[in-house]
């Protein structure tokens, strides 16, 4: 069996899906056989050449053309352009992965969950960090219970690619096409994180309360073309603190503005029996302290048995942030083609924006919001 697929979208999400699509019969040939069909976007001759580049057959200026001439559609657009043609691909029974956040309002988010959950297809949103190896392995110590009873949980994801005043603007600086700043951009992800780690009931369960505060330190950047400024209508930063429904209780932040940081996605968990500390920036190592353990020890989470490291090369070799896209492709479309669940799918991607929004109106008020 061999997948047509058809992607929207070809800068920066296009290339690492690309790449991690051109690398699945090689590492994951138990995953089905992907072709490469057609690529989306507006600028016919930029098209043209991205095509060439990442292995398109062919390409498409308007998706509308596609989504039900394809056996699987990827949406990588900017957020604005998610629900339009994720909700009609699903519609025509094409599977769907959209990028994250799921959309950029909340009543998008709603309406695309709903597409999918009505669709009897898989419909999958791009939380790539649930497939780092090391990420697996905390999972797994956590549902072993190794850890006891879950208390206290702490999420950051900073970067600092807008630092300088004079950075470029670009749409993920505009309200209406990105939806929000480092609130979506970044605290989707660590939201989603903290979801799949700790979201079971029976420990942590859903965050149920929230209080946060957004902050813009940049008003307005040059545009691209630096012959005009335009505004920031999004946060540079936020920080929230979470209440969850047992009782546990977290922090959570994001910037695109934090000096020294490239992409530190960190999270700690802490627990009666153990902890767990883990950051993006060093993506192979699980810092674990555990009942018998006197201090916290380095797992290099790299060997044979480690989620996914079979698939690589030999114990120790360490992988990378696009291995990771390899990892989600491959157990997407496996459940494509076997007609399987996919998680994270539409539901999880607007469970996470439906904290991310609390987190919104907890700023426009001043107080602790709920959740709903």
């Known amino acids: 069996m061999t997948l047509d697929v058809g992607v929207l979208g070809y800068r920066f999400m296009g290339k690492a899906h690309a790449n991690a699509l051109a690398r699945l019969p090689m590492f994951f040939p138990e995953a089905p056989a992907v072709n490469r069909d057609v690529l989306v976007g507006r600028d016919a001759e930029a098209l043209a050449d991205a095509a060439d580049r990442l292995g398109f057959d062919r ?31 699903l519609e025509s029974g094409t599977p769907v992965f959209c990028e994250k956040p799921l959309a950029h309002t909340i009543d998008d988010a709603e309406a695309m969950a709903e597409a999918a959950s009505e669709a009897a297809v898989p419909a999958g949103c791009a939380f790539n960090y649930r497939f ?38 670009s749409w993920r600086n505009d309200e209406d096409v990105a939806g929000s700043g480092a609130l979506g951009d970044l605290g989707s992800h660590t939201v989603d994180l903290l979801r799949f780690l700790v979201g079971d009931p029976d420990r942590a369960g859903e965050i149920e309360r929230v209080s946060g505060q957004l902050r813009t330190f940049v008003d307005e950047r040059p545009a691209a073309d630096g012959d ?42 802490h627990g009666t029996a153990g902890s767990l500390g883990f950051s993006l920036e060093r993506l192979n190592e699980l810092g674990v302290l555990l009942a018998d353990d006197r201090g916290y020890r380095t797992v290099l989470v790299t060997d044979d048995g480690d989620p996914y490291v079979d698939h690589w090369w030999p114990p120790g070799h360490v992988l990378g942030w696009e291995h990771t896209f390899v990892h989600e492709n491959a157990e997407f479309l496996t459940a494509v083609a076997n007609g399987a669940s996919f998680a994270p799918n539409f539901a999880d991607g607007l469970a996470a924006q439906r904290v991310l929004a609390a987190v919104e109106r907890s700023d426009d008020r001043g107080e602790w919001v709920t959740v709903d």
């Open 59 to 89: 390409t498409a200026t308007d998706w509308r053309d596609v989504v039900d001439d394809v056996d699987v559609f990827y949406n990588l657009g900017p957020n604005n352009l998610h629900p339009e043609p994720s909700i009609a691909a």
């Open 132 to 169: 780092v190896p090391a990420i697996r392995y905390a999972k797994g110590l956590i549902d072993d219970g190794e850890l006891g009873e879950i208390r206290e949980v702490r999420g950051r994801y900073l970067q600092d690619w807008l630092v300088d005043p004079e950075a470029p603007w």
């Open 228 to 269: 005009e400024r335009r505004p920031v209508t999004v946060d540079d930063a936020f920080t929230a603190q979470l209440e969850f429904e047992n009782g546990a209780i977290g922090t959570l932040e994001g910037s695109r503005v934090a000096t020294g940081h490239k992409n530190d996605h960190a999270v700690e968990i």
